[in-house]
């Protein structure tokens, strides 16, 4: 079993930052990718940005150049910094880990999620 535990976020003003950490706990040993994914009201969850094992991170469009996403691996935590916030970034963020045991087991977490509201 896995547990996530989300912190961060809150309420800033547009062109400001925030910075939401989650913290991994239990059996990690098969990580395969870490990720965090927003709700925007009236939308479905969609991937904000990805990091996997071997390092390579993917971001959704519409948050390159302002979010980063990175890993603590001694902390087993990974965090998302943003950056240049904007009104449409405001919503649920969730982050997420993936396991890999084989081509039949693979398990994903998620943490409990926490809310990030831009003003304008």
């Known amino acids: 079993q896995v547990q996530l535990v989300q912190s961060g976020g809150g309420l800033v003003q547009a062109g400001g930052s925030l910075r939401l950490s989650c913290a991994a706990s239990g059996d990690l040993f098969r990580l395969d990718r870490m990720g965090w994914y927003r709700e925007i009201p009236g939308k479905q969850r969609e991937l904000v940005a990805v990091?996997?094992?071997?390092?390579?991170?993917n971001l959704a469009d519409s948050v390159k150049g302002r979010f980063t996403i990175s890993r603590d691996n001694a902390k087993n935590t990974v965090d998302l910094q943003m950056k240049s916030l904007k009104p449409e970034d405001t919503g649920v963020y969730y982050c997420?880990?993936?396991?890999?045991?084989?081509?039949?087991?693979?398990?994903?977490?998620w943490g409990q999620g926490t809310q990030v509201t831009v003003s304008s």
């Open positions: 990091l996997t094992i071997d390092g390579s991170t």
């Open positions: 997420n880990e993936k396991f890999v045991y084989s081509d039949s087991a693979k398990y994903e977490y």
